[in-house]
């Protein structure tokens, strides 16, 4: 069930968010707002209610997930040996979309980490996100609220289209502000490395660390096993969602509007909102003014694909230099062809 903080009054929202936290203490899940994404939560402390999770999400055992806290003290309770660089990072951009890989305590079951010896920690920039934590006094365990395999969640709806038979309680605090999951920063290896570019920039973090390395292949382990033929699997769209990484890909996304139409396809284009009338032969156009816009809509924008249906999906890269980096990531995973 949808709850909507939105519309409360300060007391009303205190309430809901105490009945969150009672849930999360007797080990169910609850569904909350975060910054980037929504998040589907449960005590990270406890074996069998970080299970559920997974279950729920229909998630492969072997892919760790996020211990959310309240602020960067609790790390404390959580990991050891923190390097001052992570302390530096926690006051610099925390709360913030920023998850950093600690060596973990023992009290962090192997399943939050997939048996791994790091934990990945986080502090949302959502004022309900850290009440919650904070009234049910653990840390949360929360990947995002989506099915494995959809896009992830930017609005309580979508939470609800995909898991709202299975889950009691999804607090709604509208629309999230970034629309793209938190930057993942291993901190075990020197220079420390990107393992999922998101919200927080590679840019920002190479102001305090000196140079940051981005994974190579940045492969996100939600993803399923390739299937022949293609790249990327992981937020795939039901349309055949084509990226074009040429800078000036305008004719050419114009004549395959043309190729397709003569197919008996729809076809689908997501451009800045100055091209649109370039693109007006399209089924449908949707359109952003800037990366930020593209970013906060973008697992919207997919959705609003498939639900009309179309065959094909037409999207222009950008530039990858800071959101634009986290962009190109989630768009080359949901593309079954790149130009
Ligand atoms: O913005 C976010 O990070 C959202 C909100 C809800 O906080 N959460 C999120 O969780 O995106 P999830 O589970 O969808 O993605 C977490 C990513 C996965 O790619 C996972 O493999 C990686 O973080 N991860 C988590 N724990 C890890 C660990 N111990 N070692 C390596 N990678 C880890
Ligand atoms: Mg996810």
Not at 93 to 116: M, R
Not at 288 to 305: C, M, P, T, V
């Amino acid at each position: 069930m949808i709850i909507e903080l939105s519309l409360m009054n300060k007391e009303q929202r205190e309430q809901v968010i105490a009945k969150a936290a009672e849930q999360i203490r007797n080990g169910e899940v609850v569904a909350f707002p975060t910054e980037t994404v929504y998040g589907l939560g449960a005590n990270g402390l406890d074996v069998s209610a970080v299970r559920k999770v997974f279950a729920i999400k229909r998630r492969p055992l072997d892919n760790p997930v996020i211990l959310h806290v309240s602020e960067p003290d609790a790390v404390k309770d959580i990991c050891r040996d923190i390097p001052l660089e992570a302390w530096d990072l926690m006051e610099r951009f925390w709360p913030g979309p920023l998850t950093l890989l600690l060596p973990k305590k023992d009290v962090v079951p192997d399943e939050v980490t997939a048996g791994s010896s790091l934990v990945a920690v986080r502090c949302p920039d959502s004022e309900v996100a850290r009440a919650l934590i904070r009234e049910a006094k653990v840390p949360i365990a929360a990947p995002s609220a989506n099915r494995s395999g959809r896009p992830s969640p930017t609005r309580a709806m979508h939470v609800n289209e995909d898991l709202g038979d299975e889950v009691t309680m999804i607090l709604d605090d509208g629309p999230t502000g970034i629309g793209l999951e938190s930057t993942v920063l291993d901190l075990s290896m020197s220079p420390p490395m990107i393992l999922r570019p998101g919200g927080l920039s590679r840019e920002d973090l190479e102001q305090v660390l000196g140079v940051v390395n981005l994974a190579p292949g940045l492969i996100d382990m939600e993803a399923a096993p390739p299937a022949p033929g293609m790249k990327y699997t992981h937020y795939a769209p039901e349309a055949h969602l084509v990226l074009y990484e040429d800078l000036y890909p305008f004719e050419a996304m114009r004549n395959r509007i043309t190729e397709e139409h003569e197919k008996g396809n729809s076809v689908g284009v997501l451009c800045f909102a100055d091209q649109a009338e370039f693109f007006s032969i399209a089924d449908i156009v949707l359109t952003y003014k800037d990366l930020i816009e593209l970013a906060q809509n973008l697992f919207a924008n997919l959705r609003i694909f498939d639900e009309k249906k179309v065959d094909v999906i037409l999207v222009a890269g950008v530039s990858e230099s800071d959101i634009g980096l986290a962009i190109m990531n989630r768009l080359r995973k949901a593309a079954s062809e790149l130009r």
